[in-house]
């Protein structure tokens, strides 16, 4: 049978033909992605699937590329029509609520939570475990789970990741300790659809919005500046159309980490229709060099100061 669509996954022919993951961002070179077999073009270099399947399999379809970014494309090249194309079930695919609640315990045992009680004391941290709903996993000794819970209060996914506890930072050897609740569920035909990190706290509408790349840092950020309600994408290329459409008619300031800054900017210019997005340059303008070349975020940067401190500061 001939294949009638024009977007497919590149064949492989070498190591050539396959990439770095831009959502796992693992060493190995795992991810494929999709060319247009009109013209032998790749789309975009976050469009298309991660081979790491039980640590990663993120998976962004032409589809949904296309209409994050307002697109009306042929899928089908046979059919000359926008919405002749396959589509998948609407059912959203959910974590068992009892997996959901059973990770909220253990603390003890959890890296990030230890991290986080040495920098702002235990009741401050229990709010936090709270309000973001941290998890903990036995994946891997001293894992959390970052549960992504929508504005439904249905629950998503988790991303399970390992942390240093005492240095706050991602342990990435001997390979990058992250995955997913679903994937080590083993859940039969689960469909990930990702929502903001923290989308659950936009229920209040009293606040402004921020917006970072990585949960670690919405959770870090969220003690020094809480006039803000702090959301995060998950990924440096997970900031689309799609996710933000919740945030429809809010005010939203956008923190990227230094490498992000242009492109960040960039969306914040083309989701103007969406609601009122600007871009912080507090980063920009006082990372030292040393910093830039470590790729600094904001979470690196607030946690030099001290939380009481920094609050009070003009």
């Not at 831009?22 to 991660?50: M, Q, S, W």
């Not at 996993?137 to 209060?153: E, L």
Request: aromatic share 14%.
């Amino acid at each position: 049978m001939s294949n009638n669509y024009r977007y497919t996954l590149e064949p492989y022919k070498g190591m050539n033909t396959r990439y770095h993951c831009p959502y796992c961002n693992h060493k190995d070179r795992k991810f494929v992605r999709y060319i247009d077999t009109e013209t032998g073009e790749h789309l975009a270099e976050y469009v298309g699937r991660c081979e790491r399947i039980d640590s990663c399999g993120a998976h962004y379809k032409p589809k949904d590329y296309f209409q994050d970014n307002n697109y009306a494309i042929n899928i089908n090249k046979s059919i000359h029509h926008k919405n002749m194309f396959t589509i998948e079930s609407n059912r959203l695919s959910l974590i068992p609520e009892e997996s959901f609640k059973a990770s909220l315990k253990g603390y003890e045992s959890n890296n990030f939570v230890k991290f986080l009680i040495e920098h702002f004391g235990m009741e401050i941290t229990n709010q936090l475990i709270k309000n973001y709903f941290i998890g903990s996993s036995k994946h891997w000794q001293g894992s959390s789970i970052f549960w992504q819970v929508d504005i439904k209060g249905k629950v998503r996914s988790g991303k399970i990741m390992r942390y240093n506890a005492a240095t706050g930072k991602r342990i990435r050897e001997p390979f990058d300790h992250i995955t997913w609740v679903h994937s080590v569920l083993k859940l039969n035909d689960f469909k990930l659809c990702q929502c903001l990190f923290g989308e659950h706290l936009l229920v209040d509408k009293s606040k402004p919005v921020a917006i970072v790349e990585s949960e670690k840092t919405a959770i870090i950020a969220s003690v020094y500046l809480p006039q803000f309600i702090w959301l995060a994408v998950g990924g440096k290329r997970l900031l689309s159309r799609k996710i933000c459409q919740i945030l429809q008619d809010r005010s939203v300031l956008i923190f990227p980490d230094l490498n992000a800054y242009d492109d960040w900017n960039q969306k914040a210019k083309e989701f103007s229709d969406i609601g009122h997005f600007q871009i912080s340059d507090l980063l920009q303008r006082n990372a030292t060099e040393a910093e830039r070349n470590q790729g600094f975020d904001l979470a690196d940067y607030l946690i030099k100061y001290d939380y009481k401190q920094f609050q009070i500061e003009p």
